[in-house]
């Protein structure tokens, strides 16, 4: 099993970054795919979240109207499009797979820096 995210970067306030997280080796197009954010001595929370099919997404207030999650289950493959970015944006970011009775994975986080 893998999770592997890409994309992250230092981008300046205002400015727009893609991520993108490739799983394989699990049966993504059953999973409920998700971004969590975390820095350094706090936990790990959830920034969006996208429904197999792709149909529902939800996310956390602090990015509603400024992120976009989404997902081609085609290329097992979940983004995070950010848009109007700021400085408390900055974090590791991390791909979640996640389905009831199922094992959760996690990628192995990539930084994203949003300068002033």
């Known amino acids: 099993v893998q999770l592997v995210e890409s994309g992250g970067g230092l981008v300046q306030a205002g400015g727009s970054l893609n991520l993108s997280c490739a799983a394989s080796g699990f049966p993504f197009d059953n999973y409920i795919m998700s971004w969590y954010r975390q820095t350094p001595g706090t936990l790990r929370t959830l920034v969006a979240a996208i429904t197999p099919s792709g149909g529902r997404t939800n996310y956390a207030d602090a990015v509603k109207g400024r992120f976009t999650i989404s997902r081609d289950n085609a290329k097992n493959t979940i983004y995070l499009q950010m848009n109007d970015m700021k400085r408390e944006d900055t974090a590791v970011y991390y791909c979640?797979?996640?389905?009831?009775?199922?094992?959760?994975?996690w990628g192995q986080g990539t930084q994203v820096t949003v300068s002033s």
């Open positions: 979640k797979g996640a389905q009831n009775g199922r094992p959760v994975y």
